[in-house]
């Protein structure tokens, strides 16, 4: 079992910043990535960013420019600093990963962007 602990999330104005952090703990000695997802109100989870541990990364369309994703391998730590957020980012944020072919998700963080 992997266990994923999301903090970091609130309410923002539009035009600002928020970072997010999710921690990795249990049997998580195989991940190799790590992913942030969200979810806005009525829609589908969608993929956010992703970076493995070879620091490949990559974007939704969205947020590319204004997003940053990052890890810190030795903590089992991805952050997601997320900048000139706009209304439209609002949403519960998951953190994802898998390990041995199983997904494990966070609780999630709600974002909260307000025009």
């Known amino acids: 079992q992997v266990q994923l602990v999301e903090s970091g999330g609130g309410l923002v104005q539009a035009g600002g910043s928020l970072t997010l952090s999710c921690a990795a703990s249990g049997n998580s000695f195989s991940i190799t990535a790590m992913g942030w997802y969200r979810q806005a109100p009525g829609k589908q989870r969608e993929l956010v960013a992703r970076?493995?541990?070879?620091?490949?990364?990559n974007y939704a369309d969205s947020v590319k420019g204004r997003f940053t994703i990052s890890i810190d391998i030795a903590k089992n730590t991805v952050y997601l600093q997320m900048n000139s957020l706009k209304p439209e980012d609002t949403a519960v944020y998951y953190c994802n990963t898998d390990r041995t072919g199983v997904a494990y998700w966070g609780k999630g963080t709600l974002v909260t962007v307000s025009s």
């Open positions: 970076i493995t541990f070879g620091r490949t990364t």
